[in-house]
């Protein structure tokens, strides 16, 4: 098949190489392009955006792969599979780097590491860069430098009607500030520029309770993260899940219900250990582990655990606090996890990310406390009706306490009023920046956002 002016290589089904080309990190999705396009540059991502608009096909983008609701592949479409657009050149002494739309996380964290820098993002290396910026971007060093779109300083976009644009504060600015939060509505982004940080290492207290202690693990990580004095270098992210099989936990522990702490500390180590060896000797818990740990291999911990081929639904939502009743019904519904990969994620927000101005970037969820994720994981398809239904009643067990919204990287394909779940009250907003660059809504496979009608 050729695609004109195009100097990549398309994949068609009747092709060696296409059922892997086609597969995506989330096993539940298993769909059948038309064909595969992998383009070697922005001018080529544009040539197969000129063409799947030509023929009317459904356009997918795919990046990392990584997409929850598996809109990174499509049936009967095309994909334009931005994964040769992997380079990454740092600027040590700029504290820029510039990342092909097609990266991975640890392609990223290994190029800016070198230098010791780092771009907060994502804690799975095999993410892609590209939809978890897009989205907003939480990850292990968010309260201490913010989101990974607040690291964003410009971005090169392929639009609907093929053109390639700049976006940054001072060219297409209202396409940059879409992009910030709004996800893969509005083009296909070939090259993110991005702020680095200086960092190479954390201070890193992981805990195990039973699960009948749990409720004073979650109190305490209520209280550190309320305090008005917390320092943004500290992170406390807890696990509701089996324990699982890691060096710090005893054998006769692994598979029991109960919570999985993650205190992490990103400022001096001295300070750190001082914080953290008093948040252990309070929790008193049945297994731990205190320890300096290099970034990358932060980065790259639960690779193994979270592997490609896996299985996951997905619920989340934001929570302003941490109260009883929340914390009854999250208990609940911990003790009848069965998986031993699914759980039930508390993330603590604040920090950096609650001082970017409300109407900086269309991220709109900006002073909500807490991250309540619902993934739901597995390998098995004969579970797939026990799994979702897990995650579906948690999730209804813990919306009453939940606050406006969700995160948009955190959604599955079958949220009531997903857009408006997603992206809060910048949705009106976003619809006129998507009138603008994608009208007739090419680039639909997303939490998506309908452009606003044209006014006569």
Same mark, same amino acid.
């Given at each position: 098949m050729i695609i004109p002016d195009f100097s990549g290589t398309?994949?068609?089904?009747?092709?060696?190489?296409?059922?892997?080309?086609?597969?995506?990190?989330?096993?539940?999705?298993?769909?059948?392009?038309?064909?595969?396009?992998?383009?070697?540059?922005?001018?080529?991502?544009?040539?197969?955006?000129?063409?799947?608009?030509?023929?009317?096909?459904?356009v997918a983008v795919r990046a990392g792969g990584h997409s929850m609701p598996g809109h990174s592949v499509c049936d009967d479409g095309i994909v334009i599979d931005l994964r040769a657009l992997s380079d990454v050149r740092v600027d040590p002494r700029a504290r820029r780097a510039r990342v092909g739309g097609g990266t991975l996380l640890g392609q990223v964290d290994r190029a800016t590491q070198e230098h010791g820098l780092v771009l907060p993002a994502g804690v799975v290396s095999h993410t892609g860069a590209g939809g978890l910026t897009l989205g907003g971007g939480v990850g292990r060093l968010m309260r201490r430098y913010g989101l990974t779109i607040d690291s964003l300083r410009s971005a090169e976009v392929v639009t609907a009607d093929g053109q390639i644009l700049r976006a940054s504060p001072d060219e297409h600015a209202d396409l940059f500030w879409a992009l910030r939060g709004g996800g893969g509505n509005f083009g296909?982004?070939?090259?993110?520029?991005?702020?680095?940080?200086?960092?190479?290492?954390?201070?890193?207290?992981?805990?195990?309770?039973?699960?009948?202690?749990?409720?004073?693990?979650?109190?305490?990580?209520?209280?550190?993260?309320?305090?008005?004095?917390?320092?943004?270098?500290?992170?406390?992210?807890?696990f509701l899940r089996r324990a699982n099989d890691v060096p710090w936990m005893p054998p006769e522990l692994v598979g029991q219900h109960g919570i999985m702490s993650l205190v992490e500390w990103s400022g001096d180590a001295a300070e750190g250990r001082a914080v953290l060896t008093?948040?252990?000797?309070?929790?008193?818990?049945?297994?731990?582990?205190?320890?300096?740990?290099?970034?990358?291999?932060?980065?790259?911990?639960?690779?193994?655990?979270?592997?490609?081929?896996?299985?996951?639904?997905? +619920? /989340?939502?934001?929570?302003? !606090?941490?109260?009883?009743? *929340?914390?009854?019904?999250?208990?609940?519904?911990? %003790?009848?996890?069965?998986?031993p990969i699914s759980q039930v994620e508390l993330l603590a927000l604040g920090g950096a990310i609650a001082r970017v101005a409300a109407d900086a970037t269309a991220f709109p969820f900006r002073q909500a406390r807490w991250l309540i994720n619902i993934p739901a994981t597995w390998r098995?398809?004969?579970?797939?009706?026990?799994?979702?239904?897990?995650?579906?009643?948690?999730?209804?067990?813990?919306?009453?306490?939940?606050?406006?919204?969700?995160?948009?990287?955190?959604?599955?394909?079958?949220?009531?009023?997903?857009?408006?779940?997603?992206?809060?009250?910048?949705?009106?907003?976003?619809?006129?920046? +998507? /009138?603008?660059?994608?009208? !007739?809504?090419?680039?639909? *496979?997303?939490?998506?956002?309908?452009?606003?009608? %044209?006014?006569?």
């Open positions: 398309v994949i068609c089904p009747e092709e060696d190489g296409y059922d892997a080309a086609r597969a995506i990190w989330n096993a539940m999705h298993d769909r059948r392009p038309a064909l595969i396009a992998r383009p070697q540059s922005a001018r080529d991502v544009a040539a197969a955006i000129r063409y799947a608009r030509a023929e009317g096909l459904l296909a982004v070939t090259e993110f520029e991005f702020g680095l940080h200086e960092l190479s290492e954390l201070l890193i207290l992981a805990t195990f309770h039973p699960l009948a202690q749990a409720r004073t693990v979650i109190e305490r990580g209520r209280r550190e993260m309320a305090d008005p004095l917390a320092r943004d270098e500290l992170l406390w992210t807890s008093k948040i252990r000797e309070e929790l008193r818990p049945a297994a731990s582990d205190l320890s300096v740990v290099p970034f990358l291999f932060m980065q790259t911990v639960t690779d193994d655990l979270f592997a490609h081929g896996l299985r996951t639904y997905i +619920k /989340a939502g934001f929570a302003d !606090d941490l109260p009883g009743g *929340l914390i009854d019904a999250l208990l609940e519904r911990a %003790a009848l996890i069965q998986s098995d398809s004969c579970d797939d009706e026990r799994e979702i239904a897990w995650a579906r009643a948690t999730h209804a067990a813990v919306k009453p306490y939940l606050s406006e919204g969700t995160y948009v990287n955190f959604m599955g394909d079958d949220e009531d009023d997903a857009a408006a779940g997603a992206y809060g009250r910048t949705l009106e907003r976003l619809r006129k920046v +998507k /009138a603008i660059y994608d009208p !007739d809504n090419l680039f639909r *496979l997303n939490q998506n956002i309908a452009p606003a009608p %044209a006014v006569l």
